[in-house]
């Protein structure tokens, strides 16, 4: 892995394991740099950071060793991604808040690097209202997060809170320089799946709702998922749910898909759904709007044999293949 790390300590218990962490990137083949906070310096000495980094460790902004560059900025730009580790609770809540008082938040908010943060803490600290709305906010902004892990903490506790270990952090960052990251042809897009049977009220107390075994949505659903999308299964719910999930995720990502798979009531009073502007694709239900595409087979599609098209038989007794098959085809057509 030869990527640049810089490493950014700040003043929790777990310091002396950020000291670890260096040597099992640098045996990893990463070229580290350690920036520190004063708090972290109180727990272990810059030295050992040096010693293990091989490199000059920067805790001062104003201290400009290099006359040629300005330190922090030259840092930020330098690191293929940044890790803060340990990050305490109090770094969490200046990075949420994009506060740079010392060299650690001002490089974080000079750099575009991505940049992975593993908190840690005590379990109450880490539960705490403020902390957790930091993080979420952090999350919102993009930052990636290592999880604390769970078990004795320094403050005599048991719990959530305990900076991941030095050779886990090491794996899932050789995983990400190791797989660049693909675009898959869903990244991005928001696939909704009926699946099994949607039900319609009969009267106040009842609802009535085809049979259904599921296994036609359920492939479609995780092939979705394996060209990347973020799917939202909607399994033997009602055609309300349907309608409801639709304007909700249509509100957050225009770019979305229903798979209308599910077998529906074929009752007069049934409902339709509205896919107005929305890509659909039906199974031989009847919807409001222009479905992108609409599947015709002899009964309902689990129950048959074969489907049709666009006036092409295929198969559909073998669900993952049809799911294959038919996911080909929706992204062709997307393609033209
Ligand atoms: C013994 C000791 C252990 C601490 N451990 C943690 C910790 O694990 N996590 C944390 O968020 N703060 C911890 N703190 C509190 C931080 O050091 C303190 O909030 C400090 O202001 C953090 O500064 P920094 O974020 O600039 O490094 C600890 C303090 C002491 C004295």
Known sequence: MNKNILLCVSGGIAVYKAVALVSK??????NVKVMMTASARQFVNPLSFQVMSKNDVYFDTFDEKD????A???LADWADLILVAPATANMI????????DDMVSTTLLATTAPVWIAPAMNVHMYDHPAVKR??????ADGYQFIEPSEGFLACGYVGKGRLEEPEKITAIVLDFFAAPATIKPLTNKTVVVTVGALHVPLDEKHVISPQANGLIGQALANEARELGAHVIQ??????????????ASKNQNPEIILIHAANVPTMEKTPLISVEGIKAVTFGQEVLGEPM???????????SEEAQLNGRIIATTNPQQFAR??????????EQ
């Open 93 to 100: 809540g200046k990075m949420a808040n994009g506060i740079a």
């Open 72 to 74: 922090h900025i030259d």
């Open 325 to 334: 098959t038919l996911w080909t085809h929706i992204l062709k057509g997307e």
């Open 234 to 247: 909607i399994e033997n719910g009602s055609l309300n749910d349907v309608m409801q999930q639709l304007e």
């Open 293 to 303: 595409l609409n599947i015709r087979s002899d009964r309902w599609i689990e129950f």
């Open 25 to 30: 990137l640098s045996q990893a083949g990463a």
């Open 134 to 139: 930091n993080l979420e906010r952090l999350a």
């Open 67 to 70: 006359s040629s560059v300005i």
